[in-house]
């Protein structure tokens, strides 16, 4: 059964502080996704991976960046909290069996920014 | 891009019921269709997925309907039991890796 873990399930930061979101992976999936989930408006893509060091932007990437630097792990990373970035954060893997494929989701971290 | 809207955003249905959740989406070329169930506090979970290549797939109490030419798909739950209650997702993956969400519904089943 795949397990996708992230570090945190809850966490609270000040504006301005650099927040590090982590999430490993153990099926050895290619592909990594960062998602935001706010009420009524469902799960935004900020930021996927497809390879080691490969990254590319989502939907809505603004105030944020990422890491890839071995294969099974995927960070988050929000340079300077802002109150607008509060939410959960959604990791999620997919393998590379073709395209057609569920993405696994971890349990969320749900971050406050005061 | 994609863009995908999902209908209801909530949805009340007596025990035994049925409930249908509808998603339209808007690119031609979105060849997979997953269903996503968040039940309170937890990860969303995939129960159901379709290929552009089938217009129906069921799976016991659920199945799901894809219509191309009109570009939307439907969730069908039948005889819903309190444990259906749940936010569901619907998504669509056009070109490329990513796939895109609807809003969400949350579904109440009543007793």
């Known amino acids: 059964d795949v397990k996708v873990t992230q570090s945190s399930r809850y966490l609270v930061k000040r504006t301005g502080e650099k927040v590090f979101l982590e999430c490993v992976q153990d099926m050895d999936h290619e592909n990594m996704f960062w998602y935001r989930q706010d009420p009524g408006l469902g799960l935004r893509l900020i930021y996927f991976?497809?390879?080691?060091?490969?990254?590319e932007k989502g939907d809505i990437p603004e105030g944020y960046s990422v890491s890839r630097e071995k294969k099974e792990r995927f960070s988050l990373i929000l340079e300077s909290a802002s109150t607008n970035q509060t939410s959960m954060y959604l990791c999620?893997?997919?393998?590379?069996?073709?395209?057609?494929?569920?993405?696994?989701f971890g349990d969320g971290t749900r971050l406050s920014i005061l | 891009g994609e863009n995908v809207e999902q209908h209801p955003s909530t949805l009340s249905v007596q025990e035994g019921d049925s409930a249908v959740i509808k998603c339209t989406y808007s690119d031609s070329a979105s060849n997979y269709f997953p269903w996503y169930k968040q039940e309170l506090g937890k990860r969303p979970q995939l129960i159901i997925d379709?290929?552009?290549?089938?217009g129906e797939k069921k799976d016991q109490r659920i199945a799901v309907t894809l219509n191309k030419t009109a570009k939307h798909f439907s969730l069908h739950i039948t005889e819903t039991q309190p444990e259906d209650s749940a936010v569901y997702f619907c998504?669509?993956?056009?070109?490329?890796?990513?796939?895109?969400f609807g809003g969400g519904t949350r579904v109440l089943v009543k007793p």
């Open positions: 999620a893997s997919r393998g590379h069996e073709g395209y057609l494929q569920p993405q696994h």
């Open positions: 379709i290929r552009s290549n089938v």
């Open positions: 998504a669509a993956k056009a070109a490329g890796n990513k796939l895109t």
């Open positions: 991976s497809y390879d080691v060091k490969m990254k």
